[in-house]
């Protein structure tokens, strides 16, 4: 796996169409992301990220409902792929292996 | 309750910006959220966070379109220029009767703006080829006679140019010209006329004229050397070295050649072939102030601007010359020498250069309705090339391409015209140059002459494939496809019916033109000029005939030969009188006030011969030296000095004091653009130039054979050549008859050009409604009513142009009449007569093709379908 493939703000993206599933679309996720993070998150910069994760092969993405709130519009609805999703396991295994190498003292230091 | 929508411009914005298969999922987005914002945040917050929002979208991964599958190039790539001219070329040849007559209407319509394009372009270059053209000056003075008018004089008194070079420091060089004359030039045995002047030795100074043999300047400066041109040194000394040679000019006084110059190109208001030093033939009159005697020229030196010079010689009359007219010397550029000759009020307020604008409108004219036959043509065939815009646009075709296609049509077309015009040009101009007197050619390794073309081929092609391109292009292929046509009365159709109802109305314009100065040209030919210009042959008086004695005793020895009724001796030709002076005073005259009048020096039997009217008195008496110091004088000059019974009274003129001995009823002294003049004759015999026989009714040939075997016996020396008085006078219009001429050819030529584009309009109406004629026949309607439905459209729009023409061609006509002072009255009939030509050409036209369309047979043109 090529890690550089996936930006930090893409994998959060990723991971809140996993926990959203099936009813993910980009205003959802920003909100996820805004109440998970504390920060504003602009639906631009979802659909953006949204986007490139689709071609990457990360994402399908389907046309869901209109409703009345979108102006009769209707949402375009992701999952994660197979690829997805063991791309984000990888880099899960990453994570808790570095985690798991930290020297207990190190950690102490930083509270 | 609802809360308000979002910014619709930031929407709209959006739509503009982001690619539009997006656009649903962005927008709704963008909605979804502001409406949440709304409920949990409020209004205000959620609208402050919407441009925020909104900006987010503004990266290029949402704004680059989605790559079409099958996509349509650019509209000028190569391959798409190749495929406008293949079916462009298809199109043409596919209807060769409309692409016929489409491109004889441009052809001759180019050819026409060509030619006069090139006589433009000559009549503006005149003068420019002279080294340092901007800094030569031509030298006219106002005058101010009597309180009237001020006058412009063409001549200046001999001693104003040594004076200006004396006192007006910005004047780097003056020169002074004698009038050109025709003088006889001899070498060895080769004798002929050749034209020259005399000039001050300043000549070359302010003319850099090149010399190709001797230095012309030090050969003006020498008394007894002529400057002759390449032209004369190649007719009389064709062994090559001319300079050092000698000729003798008027069997007088023989001149070493000094120098040889350049020949002086067509477009030069300069024209001679010799100059010798002006003191050679220096006439007393010459050297003063009382008499415009001289053309001047002068060269300012580089930073002095015109206005100043002329400012700085404001008091030079005053100075130098004893009275005060308040004469005031003004400058023309050189270079507006030739178009601008006419002054009112002492300004330049035209000449040459209103026909140069006349001209250029009508060439402009003709190629105008030359395009409108090609645009009638085109949308008149729009109707069945909308099924093609259609299935184009269908397929793909972008608005770009689509006016690319109908452009190319045109300027393929255009430059097809421009080839066949350029033949045509080729052809005519011989002619062409033969009615202007003009040496134009078709010179092609000018690249003005290529631009000027290339432009031409643009202009018309652009112009004549603009609605076309315009409206077809942008006509919606669903309403197309479904509908076949448009209803009558909208869109083109309208529009056609205005270009036709604007062509129309030209024509008839220039009928009404062509029919007015026919008119006044006819009038000028057939007036009554108050004496009698026909039949009479003159010849000039030079040589051994200079001399009084011998002349006298030729008038005599013809007037005993059975063939020559009268003969008489004159200065100047009676028909064109330019001597003025303003040397007259009379007896209760108001002081210091000049007046101006027209002079002539006559010998015996003036009267008598001219056929003048005399009021009142007689003529001089035969060789009477009592009379020399009397007086005729006309009406007009009667009237100037306020006396009633002139005969008898007593003037004072050149001679000093003398009584008028007779008053002449008023004769025309010349063209007819100016009022008769007051005229004083005096009685000179050895002062005249011209001698002019009356031949008895019949015997002009052998009056002719007798005068030239009585002057060739008297004045051996000189070859023999008469003119008649008749072509002199229509020498006094030449201009009128160019525009007599031009404007007939241009009026013929646009009747021609409307005609056919009449005739492919009703050719298309007849074919678009060949159904309905069917049908009509087969329900009983006659030829005659069909014929009339189809004429009758053409013929509603005939009568408007008429209506709008006939007003506009009135005021035209009333303002070049202006120009005259005796002139016709435009009469209504000219009007009636050029309706009923247009309408007779325009029936003529649309009746061949709605006969032929009503005499076909029905059955054919309802069988298919």
Sequence with gaps: MRRSDLGEFEEVVLLAVAVLSPGAYSVVIAEELEHETGQTVSTGAVHAALQRLETKGYLTSLLGEATAERGGRRKRLFTVTPLGGRVLSEVQAVRTRLWDRIVPHTVLTWK | ?????????????????????????????????????????????????????????????????????????????????????????????????????????????????????????????????????????????????????????????????????????????????????????????????????????????????????????????????????????????????????????????????????????????????????????????????????????????????????????????????????????????????????DYKNGVAVGGQIEYVRLFGSMALFILLIACINFMNLSTARSAMRTKEVGVRKVVGAGRLALMGQFLSESLLMSLLGAV???????????????????????????????????????????????????????????????????????????????????????????????????????????????????????????????????????????????????????????????????????????????????????????????????VAGRDFRTNSIADTSCYLVNEAAAKLMGIKEPVGREITFWFGKGPIIGLMKDFHLGSMHQAIQPLVVTFMPPNTQYLLIRPRAGQTPQALADLERLVKQANPNYPFAYHFLDEAYEDLYQREQQVSTLINYAGALAILISCLGLFGLATFTAEQRTKEIGVRKVLGASVASIVALLGGDFLRLVLVAILIASPLAWWAMHYWLADFAYKITIEWWVFALAGVLAVGIALLTVSFQSIRAAVANPVKSLRTE
């Design chain 2, 420 to 614: 066949v015009a350029l033949g045509l040009v080729w052809l005519l101009l011989p002619p062409f140059n033969a009615i202007f007197d003009k040496r134009l050619a078709l010179d092609l390794a000018d690249p003005a002459r290529w631009v000027g073309l290339l432009g031409l081929i643009l202009l018309t092609g652009l112009l004549s494939g603009s609605y076309p391109a315009l409206f077809l292009s942008g006509l919606r292929p669903v309403r197309i496809l479904k509908s076949a046509g448009w209803r009558a009365g909208t869109g083109p159709a309208q529009f056609r019916r205005a270009l036709v109802v604007f062509q129309f109305a030209l024509s008839v314009f220039l009928i009404v033109g062509m029919l007015t100065v026919g008119q006044q040209m006819h009038y000028l030919r057939t007036k009554h000029l108050g004496l009698d210009r026909d039949n009479v042959a003159y010849v000039t008086l030079e040589g051994a005939l200079n001399d009084y004695e011998k002349t006298e005793q030729l008038r005599q020895q013809l007037l005993q030969t059975t063939s020559v009724a009268m003969a008489t001796t004159t200065a100047q030709l009676p028909l064109n009188i330019r001597n003025t002076s303003t040397d007259l005073h009379w007896p209760g005259q108001p002081q210091k006030q000049l007046v101006s009048v027209a002079t002539m020096s006559v010998g015996n039997d003036f009267i008598k011969t001219m056929g003048i009217k005399l």
């Design chain 2, 1 to 341: 309750m609802q809360p308000p929508p979002p910014p619709r411009w930031l929407d709209r914005l959006l739509t503009w910006l982001v690619a539009p298969h997006l656009h649903e999922e962005v927008l709704g987005d963008l909605h979804e959220r502001y409406h949440r914002r709304t409920q949990r945040l409020g209004y205000a917050a959620a609208r402050r966070r919407y441009l925020r929002e909104v900006l987010a979208y503004c990266r290029p991964s949402l704004i680059r379109r989605k790559p079409q599958v099958y996509p349509s190039p650019f509209f000028l790539n190569p391959d798409m220029l190749r495929n406008y001219f293949t079916v462009a070329w298809r199109t043409l040849t596919k209807s060769p009767t409309y692409s016929l007559v489409n491109l004889i209407g441009l052809a001759l319509g180019m050819a026409c703006s060509l030619l006069i394009g090139l006589w433009i372009y000559d009549e503006l270059s005149y003068d420019r080829f002279l080294p340092h053209h901007e800094q030569i000056h031509f030298v006219r003075v106002n005058y101010n006679f009597r309180g009237g008018e001020t006058q412009t004089a063409f001549a200046t008194p001999g001693p104003l140019a040594d004076v200006i070079d004396r006192d007006i420091p910005s004047v780097a060089a003056t020169t002074i010209l004698s009038w050109p004359s025709e003088t006889l030039v001899r070498v060895g045995d080769k004798v002929a006329k050749e034209t020259g002047q005399y000039a001050s030795v300043g000549f070359f100074d302010v003319f850099e004229l090149p010399a190709v043999q001797g230095n012309a300047k030090t050969a003006l400066a020498n008394l007894n050397q002529i400057v002759i041109s390449q032209k004369m040194a190649a007719t009389y000394f064709p062994e090559g070295q001319a300079v050092g040679k000698t000729l003798q000019l008027d069997n007088k006084r023989v001149f070493v050649v000094g120098a040889v110059l350049e020949n002086l190109p067509a477009n030069s208001t300069l024209q001679f072939d010799w100059l010798v030093n002006f003191t050679v033939e220096e006439k007393e009159w010459q050297s003063a102030w009382t008499y415009n005697a001289v053309m001047t020229y002068l060269r300012l030196r580089p930073d002095a601007s015109p206005a100043q010079a002329e400012t700085a010689m404001k008091g030079l009359f005053r100075r130098y010359a004893t009275f005060d007219n308040k004469e005031r010397v003004i400058l023309q550029p050189i270079t507006q020498l030739h178009l601008w000759g």
